[in-house]
């Protein structure tokens, strides 16, 4: 199950790569727009860079379900047939954690970090990481014992956990903020 999960991941962030590049070329948008004090523009580059990064996820979530037989063939041997299995499903479930993740990375990372409001991105990620994620993992896993593919389910569900309140902030507009003139 180690190995398993240990190429879920790896294909996950290679599918990330993407968003997390546009996350940042959203932060440099924002940034320069609300510089200009052009906080309308800001607000519709945020949403132009967020419809990119859902198209981009799930292109990047059909391209991974489009190798996972190649990957799969590929460990078929040097993983045991139980490992194979594990890869099989964690490959699948990596698809829709690549989409969550590709929003909250746009949004958290983008958005809110160009507007000057990094510190939400920290509490948001602090609260929900340690005060939900990994309380339900570890009650999926010890308390409940849940097969490791339930468990795993619990944990590809992290980024979703928390875009409800991600979504609520960024629906407010309180993170454009022009950092150089706004001194409240």
């Not at 979530?61 to 139980?82: N, Q, S, W």
């Not at 920290?122 to 009650?139: C, G, N, Q, R, Y």
């Amino acid at each position: 199950m180690v190995a398993a999960n240990a190429v879920a991941v790896m294909v996950v962030n290679i599918g990330a790569i993407a968003c997390r590049g546009f996350a940042n070329a959203t932060t440099i948008i924002i940034s320069q727009e609300l510089g200009k004090d052009h906080k309308d523009t800001a607000r519709e580059y945020g949403k132009r860079m967020l419809r990119i990064t859902i198209i981009v996820s799930l292109i990047g979530c059909a391209i991974i379900l489009a190798v996972r037989p190649m990957i799969l063939d590929f460990y078929r041997d040097k993983l045991t047939e139980t490992a194979i299995y594990y890869l099989g499903i964690f490959i699948i479930m990596t698809t829709w954690r690549l989409v969550g993740e590709g929003i909250n990375t746009c949004l958290i990372c983008g958005c809110f970090r160009g507007g000057g409001d990094s510190r939400f991105g920290m509490i948001v990620d602090s609260i929900f990481m340690w005060l939900v994620a990994v309380p339900l993992t570890f009650l999926g896993a010890y308390v409940l014992k849940l097969p490791p593919v339930w468990v795993y389910f619990i944990m590809t569900l992290d980024e979703f956990e928390k875009m409800p309140v991600v979504f609520i902030h960024y629906f407010r507009n309180k993170w454009l903020t022009n950092i150089t003139r706004d001194f409240d």
